[in-house]
């Protein structure tokens, strides 16, 4: 019997985060740049060298790459292309809808509003239409400000 609970609490929690609002891969921007699947060139050629770069390991994929450290923000590079990234300051903004962290999450009611309703955890997920990621759109669970957005593998 608690097999059976647990298992369909588990499957309505996926069904609510599948009923998520999704987005175009190329409408994912940052300060108005394309990112994702791009060359690295364009992170530096817009956003300055990085602090440092660090080794990462794609799991998934079996393969070696790099991670593009700068002051709140991190871009995890594969094959020379922008795979995926995570940002926590204020001076990056997230698409056109200009999303910043500190925006109260309220903010994307009208401009996601069925992830927005699907909300939970103090988090919100985007799924990316036309690839294997989504966007997390993390806040804090008592001012309800965005404090990180991030772009993850399914």
Not at 25 to 30: A, G, H, V
Not at 48 to 65: A, H, L, R, V
Not at 95 to 108: A, M, P, Q, V, W
Not at 125 to 135: F, G, N, P, R, T
């Amino acid at each position: 019997m608690r097999i059976g609970i647990s298992l369909l609490l588990f499957l309505a929690t996926m069904n609510t985060w599948s009923q998520s609002s999704d987005i175009k891969k190329k409408q994912i921007t940052i300060n108005g740049i394309e990112v994702l699947g791009v060359q690295k060139a364009v992170l530096i050629s817009h956003f300055g060298k990085p602090i440092t770069t660090n080794d990462f390991y794609f799991e998934m994929n079996d393969e070696n790459g790099k991670i593009y450290i700068y002051e709140g923000a991190k871009f995890f590079i594969q094959n020379d292309l922008i795979d995926s990234f995570e940002v926590t300051d204020q001076k990056f903004e997230l698409t056109n809808h200009k999303i910043r962290i500190g925006d109260k999450i309220s903010t994307l009611a009208d401009v996601f509003p069925d992830c927005y309703l699907n909300r939970k955890n103090s988090g919100l997920q985007l799924e990316i239409s036309e690839a294997d990621l989504y966007v997390v759109i993390s806040y804090g669970s008592i001012d309800e400000k965005i404090t990180k957005f991030a772009i993850y593998n399914f």
